[in-house]
């Protein structure tokens, strides 16, 4: 889903270009090339991943949205998932996850689709949050 928001949908090209792009080289004919390069490997391996012939955009959010509906079920109530009384390596890849797109709403985030379904599951934000404060503050 990252690769899908950040690379391919045009909507954030300006996210791409300041967090990748522009770092990189200030010459403006290989910035193009760089972003070129990067939407379509982005395209690549997302059509790899899935059977479809082309991109389906809305599918993706969509599937995306199914998946956070359950990892949110999955961790409920609980602070850590599984139940756990500490954080574990899944809790640690939920973060991975999470953690860009959270981040990134204050960057300028044009299709509000994606954290709009984070945020949308409290118990997933506190969760980010908890292991942000503990390991990252």
Not at 34 to 43: D, E, K, P
Request: no cysteine.
């Amino acid at each position: 889903m990252g690769l899908l928001t950040l690379y391919v949908n045009p909507r954030h090209n300006h996210i791409m270009r300041e967090q990748y792009i522009e770092p990189s080289t200030s010459n403006s004919v290989v910035r193009k090339i760089l972003a070129h390069q990067l939407r379509r490997a982005a395209q690549a391996e997302l059509l790899k991943s899935g059977e479809a012939p082309a991109l389906d955009v809305d599918g993706t959010f969509a599937d995306a949205d199914d998946a956070l509906g359950a990892l949110s079920t999955l961790l409920g109530g609980n602070e850590w998932f599984f139940g756990a009384t500490s954080p574990s390596l899944f809790d640690a890849s939920v973060f991975a996850y999470l953690n860009p797109i959270l981040e990134r709403s204050a960057h300028g985030w044009r299709d509000l689709r994606l954290i709009t379904a984070v945020i949308s599951r409290p118990n997933l934000v506190i969760h980010r949050q908890r292991i942000f404060d503990e390991y990252y503050s």
